[in-house]
């Protein structure tokens, strides 16, 4: 079972509510950090 269907929803809400560059920052590292895991 992928949890993209769930995970996507989220991800654009953080992107939207993000709306400070340190924190949109924050979220992109968080991404890359956890897309290795999710695919891999």
Known sequence: ???WP???PGVLT???TASA???QHI???VLV???PV???
């Open 6 to 8: 769930y995970a996507i």
């Open 27 to 29: 979220v992109a590292w």
């Open 21 to 23: 560059p340190r924190t």
């Open 14 to 16: 953080l992107s939207e």
């Open 33 to 35: 950090c956890i897309l």
């Open 1 to 3: 079972m992928s949890i």
């Open 38 to 40: 999710v695919i891999g």
